[in-house]
């Protein structure tokens, strides 16, 4: 999400850990969540290399957003200036491809690979997931760099389709990984 953060908006996120922001519109200082219950604990504060623009690195309860999504921005703008809402994985690319997994869930295509195997069952990507993981390994002890870079790219695409098929999101993923990195 996008707000404004005027000094004691950031000094207030820095004495609880909760962010805190600025309303341009109502002329005060508001707690996110403190209506909705949806907090955003503050992981980490990062500035600009201008010293103008903050970043509040947070880990959100529930949706950040007041209309229920995830984030504030899921509206994407075509090159014909056309408008579809679409969820927003996020600023990485396994987030972006998780999301490209999730709607050909939903949307169904017929000519998609993800449809496909989703179709096919958890039996069935859990064995390909093995296939690409043993693909892996053989490429980091007998093939060159770019080929064990391609390998371990179908296997990522492939564990996001089983992680859609079993329905555990990314995000559960990527918090496990952030609980052991502490």
Request: hydrophobic share 40%; with cysteine; net charge negative.
């Amino acid at each position: 999400m996008l707000a404004w953060a005027n000094r004691e908006a950031l000094g207030q996120t820095a004495t609880t850990g909760k962010a805190h922001y600025w309303s341009r519109t109502r002329q005060q200082l508001w707690r996110k969540g403190e209506s909705s219950g949806h907090e955003q604990r503050v992981v980490e504060i990062r500035l600009d290399c201008d010293r103008d623009t903050v970043l509040y690195r947070v880990e959100q309860s529930g949706p950040a957003c007041h209309t229920g999504q995830p984030t504030c921005f899921f509206t994407v703008v075509a090159a014909d200036g056309t408008t579809v809402e679409r969820p927003d994985g996020g600023g990485h690319l396994l987030g972006r491809l998780a999301a490209t997994i999730a709607a050909r869930a939903q949307e169904r295509p017929a000519d998609s690979y993800t449809v496909r195997l989703l179709d096919r069952g958890v039996p069935r990507i859990a064995q390909k997931v093995g296939e690409e993981a043993v693909e892996v390994i053989v490429s980091a002890t007998a093939e060159n760099g770019a080929r064990l870079a391609s390998e371990s790219a179908d296997l990522l695409y492939h564990l996001l389709v089983l992680l859609r098929a079993r329905g555990v999101e990314l995000d559960e993923v990527l918090q496990a990984l952030e609980s052991r990195e502490k």
